[in-house]
């Protein structure tokens, strides 16, 4: 696997008065040398799901050496994919993974959020075959699940479920516990079932209610320990849900690394910020480190070393100060915010 070294660059933001000096990855804005023997693919990929198949891409690296591998979950329905963080994952070489779940976008079967953890599952059962881990040259010793949104919640289950992930990266997590007037109530948004397939508002409803006891963060987080987790969250409502989330996982011994954006739930306008982050905290030699999270007076500081990306002891990102939203509900939306 490629040099993990990384170049000082400082990224201007206006966040209040503050500026962020980042230590970026090398992955973010370079190509990995050309390796013409063992190039990087995009594989059409299609997993069985209890038989219904499952459309997606496994994007490989290049090289001959064994992979770490990133199973990546969009979201409800999934309108935003998150491939710029796939792409640079591969450049940082790794493989990724990201399916479609039943139900959606041409992925036969029917949608419900229990299909949903199933698909993941099908999805693990696929890169651990030892036939697809020889061919795919996947590092079985490192698998991550990383997931935004409703694939954050997806990812949090896969974790609980699946031992095999050693660790997990989730973009503001979109539990349905949680979530309910964004996913079948009065903020639902018609768009988000346009592309799904045999399900409804009220179907979904029911499903969450009577799953209430197994999907709350403390059962989750129970078995999810003691593997590190990051948290991110947005200026997008679900605040509350992610920082309940990261009490729960600390609760139950996981070394949880937590930071609050201002921005969307899309995080738009802070993709470079959200590569970086991904990137250094899947850093395949620092799985097993406990980070630590600060967050004093409004300023959010990451320290510890997954963080660090090679730098020496201190404040990997530091200065970013945390911003309210203005309107007058206290939080910033946009149409379709779980896309």
Same mark, same amino acid.
């Given at each position: 696997m490629q040099s993990h070294k990384a170049v000082l660059a400082v990224i201007g933001l206006s966040l209040l008065s503050s500026a962020v000096c980042a230590q970026q990855p090398r992955a973010i804005t370079n190509d990995p040398p050309p390796n013409p023997k063992i190039p990087s693919q995009n594989l059409e990929t299609i997993i069985d799901s209890d038989g219904s198949r499952l459309m997606g891409m496994l994007l490989l690296a290049s090289g001959a050496e064994m992979h770490p591998t990133v199973i990546l979950l969009h979201g409800f329905p999934g309108y935003e994919q998150n491939m710029d963080l796939a792409q640079a994952l591969r450049r940082d070489g790794w493989n990724v993974l990201a399916v479609h779940y039943r139900g959606t976008w041409g992925s036969e079967g029917t949608f419900t959020f229990t299909h949903c953890m199933q698909d993941v599952g099908a999805m693990l059962t696929y890169v651990s075959k030892p036939a697809n881990a020889a061919k795919f040259?996947?590092?079985?010793?490192? *698998?991550?699940?990383?997931?935004? %949104?409703?694939?954050?919640?997806?990812?949090?289950?896969?974790?609980?479920?699946?031992?095999?992930?050693?660790?997990?990266? *989730?973009?503001?997590?979109? %539990?349905?516990?949680?979530?309910?007037?964004?996913?079948?109530?009065?903020?639902?948004?018609?768009?988000?079932?346009?592309?799904?397939?045999?399900?409804?508002?009220?179907?979904?409803?029911?499903?969450?209610?009577?799953?209430?006891?197994?999907?709350?963060?403390?059962?989750?987080?129970?078995?999810?320990?003691?593997?590190?987790?990051?948290?991110?969250?947005?200026?997008?409502? $679900?605040?509350?849900?992610?920082?309940?989330?990261?009490?729960?996982?600390?609760?139950?011994?996981?070394?949880?690394?937590?930071?609050?954006?201002?921005?969307?739930?899309?995080?738009?306008?802070?993709?470079?910020? $959200?590569?970086?982050?991904?990137?250094?905290?899947?850093?395949?030699?620092?799985?097993?480190?406990?980070?630590?999270?600060?967050?004093?007076?409004?300023?959010?500081?990451?320290?510890?070393?997954?963080?660090?990306?090679?730098?020496?002891?201190?404040?990997?990102?530091?200065?970013?100060?945390?911003?309210?939203?203005?309107?007058?509900?206290?939080?910033?939306?946009?149409?379709?915010?779980?896309?």
């Open positions: 040259r996947i590092d079985m010793r490192k *698998i991550v699940v990383i997931g935004h %949104s409703m694939g954050g919640f997806l990812a949090a289950a896969a974790m609980a479920q699946h031992s095999e992930f050693s660790a997990g990266v *989730i973009i503001t997590e979109g %539990s349905p516990l949680n979530d309910g007037p964004g996913y079948f109530g009065r903020e639902s948004d018609p768009s988000d079932y346009a592309p799904l397939a045999g399900t409804s508002p009220a179907a979904l409803e029911r499903e969450a209610k009577a799953n209430s006891e197994i999907w709350n963060f403390g059962a989750l987080a129970a078995k999810i320990s003691p593997r590190p987790v990051l948290v991110l969250s947005a200026n997008d409502g $679900l605040r509350a849900s992610n920082e309940a989330l990261k009490t729960a996982l600390t609760r139950a011994g996981s070394p949880v690394t937590y930071l609050h954006m201002d921005t969307d739930h899309g995080f738009s306008d802070h993709r470079i910020m $959200l590569l970086s982050l991904g990137l250094s905290n899947v850093d395949s030699k620092r799985l097993s480190t406990a980070p630590q999270c600060a967050v004093v007076s409004g300023v959010c500081g990451i320290r510890g070393p997954l963080f660090q990306h090679r730098l020496r002891e201190g404040c990997w990102w530091q200065g970013v100060r945390a911003r309210e939203p203005t309107n007058n509900q206290g939080i910033l939306r946009y149409n379709g915010r779980r896309r």
